[in-house]
């Protein structure tokens, strides 16, 4: 063609985007830029999607700013296009500003914010915005459901998740296989299985997304058997395991621990090649790690072409769980040298590792780093570390003094490592009240009361070691009997 138009130039590039090839259709478009043809609106749309696939921040703003430089018309799709780039690229203040500035955004715009939020772990903003989009009069679209479905899941917020079910039925949209996926995967996600066993057996139409929601929600549940009898069937009708599945059966294996079934499950996501994948591998280095298998969770983690946070917080934890404190901790180092940023869970593996090894400043150092540096708010874990640290380091009235440091009330964790503590270090009075905390928040703690009962006769005060024994009789309370397995 001696003299591309427009619309040709504009075809051209959207074919190679929408076949995902995004790198040669940038590189065609700025081609078309050089040669002086003139792009529309639309073009920049889909060069913007492109951007968001790949998640180049920095080219998409220039893209932006040449749209703005052209007079390009904002029309609804480019500011779809622009909030959904800036969702993906993970700057949702931008996405949202994109938004608000828009003449009547649509509901696709709002979805693709909605969307962004969820995928970047922010379901309360998606809740929040779902609510405003209701608010504007908009009604939501199929899209919109199986979005937000994922943060009121994820949020438990079981009620909203409930109505907005029926919403869904009364909208029509449970035709819609993606969108029964959403309800189906809300539900094991709150824990509700036999409304989600419910969805799946009303749906006219199954894909492995369906199997897969059913089968890692009943795993998260505990309920192994099932999960099981699910593939069984899954693989029955004939659809093939894909990366998801095997990181549920993966799990299986390592929650079980059945290693032998977990190497055979390796050996056949090795076949296909999946073993390169960042799902698969990081649910093998965690199979592996659970099972005590460190070594084979090791190499695995370090062939492991690319890894995600999943997989260094598997490698970490996994360590910190068996007692390789120092091992874990270095672990840690290298990740934030390979400029991953933690999250809460990095941390407990991070603060217990500091316990295995007894590195209280060390730990005490993380713990400031995780408020500080990354915004991160101690949950009740992380507390539990820190305490059991201190008591361990014989420091029982810093413990207590760190738990008070902190609003709220703990829970009955943190005042059980701080109990621990104090009967290990003879700390009698700070014990009676930790234990006194424990039985408020749980009053049926068998541990708790017959380590109370034990440290009134420790005190010679027979009385009230008497009190707390006949409570434990009237509530028919007995401590369970030690076993071993053989």
């Not at 929040?128 to 199929?142: C, H, V, Y």
């Not at 029955?236 to 599945?245: A, K």
Request: proline fraction near 3%.
């Amino acid at each position: 063609m001696p003299e591309p138009n427009t619309v040709s130039c504009v075809s051209l590039v959207a074919s190679y985007i929408q076949c995902g090839e995004n790198e040669e259709g940038l590189r065609i478009f700025l081609r078309l830029l050089r040669m002086g043809v003139k792009v529309n609106e639309y073009c920049y749309g889909s060069i913007l999607g492109c951007c968001a696939a790949l998640e180049s921040l920095e080219v998409g703003r220039q893209v932006q700013c040449l749209a703005v430089k052209c007079g390009v018309r904002m029309d609804q799709f480019v500011v779809t296009s622009l909030v959904n780039f800036y969702a993906k690229c993970g700057e949702l203040e931008l996405a949202s500003r994109a938004l608000r500035e828009a003449d009547k955004p649509n509901v696709t715009a709002w979805t693709a914010l909605i969307g962004g939020c969820v995928q970047l772990g922010k379901c309360r903003l998606a809740i929040g915005l779902f609510r405003d989009m209701l608010s504007a009069g908009l009604k939501p679209s199929e899209q919109t459901f199986a979005s937000v479905l994922g943060a009121f899941g994820r949020e438990k917020e079981i009620q909203g998740g409930i109505q907005l079910h029926c919403l869904i039925k009364k909208s029509g949209f449970e035709s819609f296989t993606f969108v029964s996926n959403a309800v189906l995967d809300f539900y094991a996600k709150v824990d509700f299985l036999d409304e989600s066993f419910k969805t799946f057996s009303e749906m006219g139409v199954h894909d492995i997304v369906s199997w897969n929601a059913l089968i890692a929600g009943s795993v998260n549940s505990g309920r192994h058997e099932v999960a099981i009898r699910y593939i069984q069937n899954m693989l029955s009708e004939g659809f093939d395991p894909d990366i998801y599945t095997y990181s549920s059966l993966l799990s299986i294996c390592g929650d079980l621990p059945a290693t032998e079934w977990g190497k055979q499950t390796h050996c056949r996501v090795i076949k296909p090649g999946l073993d390169s994948n960042v799902v698969v591998g990081s649910a093998v280095i965690d199979m592996y790690a659970k099972c005590g298998r460190l070594d084979d969770a090791r190499n695995v983690f370090d062939a492991l072409p690319n890894k995600n946070l999943v997989s260094w917080n598997a490698m970490i934890t996994g360590y910190a769980q068996h007692g390789f404190g120092r091992e874990a901790l270095e672990i840690y180092d290298v990740m934030l040298n390979n400029g991953v940023k933690p999250n809460d869970v990095t941390f407990i593996g991070v603060l217990s590792s500091c316990g295995h090894v007894g590195a209280l400043e060390e730990a005490l150092h993380h713990f400031g780093s995780m408020m500080n540096d990354y915004g991160i708010s101690p949950r009740t874990d992380h507390l539990g570390c820190i305490v059991s640290l201190f008591a361990r380091k014989g420091q029982t009235k810093a413990a207590y003094d760190f738990i008070r440091s902190f609003p709220g009330e703990p829970n009955k964790v943190v005042w059980r490592s701080l109990l621990s503590g104090c009967v290990s270090n003879k700390d009698l009075d700070l014990a009676i009240y930790a234990a006194e905390k424990v039985l408020s928040v749980d009053p049926n703690d068998t541990s708790a009361r017959v380590m109370l009962s034990n440290i009134y006769a420790d005190s010679n005060m027979w009385n009230e070691a008497s009190h707390v024994r006949k409570i434990m009789e009237g509530k028919a309370i007995k401590k369970e009997i030690g076993y071993s397995w053989t």
